[in-house]
């Protein structure tokens, strides 16, 4: 099964739009847990409610060693157990040679169902994640954080860079039917717009929870006609929660109320 | 003794603006060496040529833990027996708290004396490395790919990205000069252009070698008025030359006899 197949069966199954970020900070972690420990809590209280997980590989690499072994576990865990596809947030991207290289990273050492890449280097750059049909290549086009606007706002012949990014997107959907857009929920107005140019491509939609995300207007903006097409991670707003399963739900549910 | 001062401190003992790229790739080693014994044997060989080393984070990592150790044991071993500076190449980026990871990952985990950053972000994707003022953080800017052009030459008012990347990158150094430029020699035009709006600022300069870029042009348009200003990294043309030492001393001598 490919990686939106897997996506599919997960949001049929668990009838959710959720996508827990494992973020896991050492420094907020209980004393007596490894990484993978907690994870595995929260894993075990969400699986039923979410439709895929999405580690970031630099919480688990400031570890070190034992941080990227706790990761491996992860995966492991989450695809052995529950059959949930998980997404490795890497932002990876170089040119071509390098990036056959990250591709084997998150795609054979990790074995991710799922990658971020970063746009700046161009289409070759992306082409070795690409190739791989079964798994999903996810190009962050507009990002959640606040410097979004240094260089993702430039207007490039009237229209902003991180559109331009979105319909070159779009473009080489054709013949990779495997990629898909990262857009912050922080920018409702931009999903409204990337909607509109891409009724079909899936978005991830990042910032909701502690960043600040608008929820609702993305919904509103970000939705497909089938009422699918986003997949909502949230991170810290989970699985710091006094209950990470209620905190789970109640997202899952709202989505749900809204759809 | 902060990036820039170790960088100067190696340009001038070994008479060298040569960076040897360390991409072990694993199909391409002896067969009975490790990543760590390939990269001792090309170190010895070419430590008193060069000004620093440039490990590609990827060529470890496609090899799991076992690689990413082996990137460890490079970098103790270059710095602690030959104390030249090892820039990371990783192109890392990310929203603020998972840039503040990343950071952790390159300059605590691994203790690179520098690393390389994606641009695509913003500043505040690049503050947490930039925070470390004792290290340097190079942006890429013109790539040497080809795909280099599909949105790095977009135009924004009439100047590409990469040169208005390249401008908000000369403002940020009032306050940060730990930071500099990476630039593709395969793009003589575009590193004159560079080097014309900062005159002061380093550039790391890849693709020679392998990738056919032009040494010489690099060297007229890339050059100081110190004669200095420039790291001119090569890997492949380099580690698997038949005697990598020559092949280091030639690039050397070349770039000197320039200079």
């Not at 949230?234 to 209620?246: E, T, V």
Request: aromatic letters at 8%; one cysteine or more; a positive charge.
């Amino acid at each position: 099964m490919n990686f939106l197949d897997k996506l599919d069966a997960a949001q049929l199954k668990n009838n959710s739009l959720v996508c827990v970020g494992l973020d896991p900070d050492p420094a907020k972690l209980p004393k007596k847990l490894s990484i993978f420990q907690f994870n595995k809590l929260i894993i075990d209280q969400t699986a039923d409610l979410v439709c895929c997980y999405k580690p970031q590989i630099a919480f688990y690499a400031a570890s070190g060693i034992q941080g990227l072994a706790d990761l491996q576990k992860t995966i492991i865990y989450i695809k052995d157990k529950y059959q949930i596809p998980v997404i490795l947030d890497a932002k990876r991207g170089d040119i071509g040679n390098t990036s056959q290289m990250y591709a084997k990273e998150v795609f054979d050492v990790f074995d991710a169902d799922a990658v971020t890449v970063n746009p700046y280097c161009g289409f070759d750059s992306m082409l070795p994640f690409l190739e791989r049909k079964e798994r999903g290549v996810i190009v962050i086009c507009r990002t959640s954080n606040h410097g979004a606007i240094d260089f993702q706002d430039l207007r490039v012949n009237r229209e902003p860079l991180y559109l331009k990014v979105g319909r070159k997107i779009l473009t080489w959907s054709k013949k990779y039917p495997n990629i898909m857009l990262e857009i912050g929920s922080t920018w409702p107005k931009e999903i409204y717009i990337l909607r509109k140019i891409a009724p079909k491509i899936v978005f991830l939609i990042a910032g909701i929870g502690a960043q600040g995300g608008d929820l609702k207007l993305t919904l509103k903006n970000g939705l497909r006609d089938d009422k699918k097409g986003l997949i909502i991670s949230a991170s810290r707003s989970i699985i710091y929660a006094q209950d990470p399963r209620n905190s789970a739900q109640a997202l899952r549910d709202e989505i749900n109320r809204y759809r």
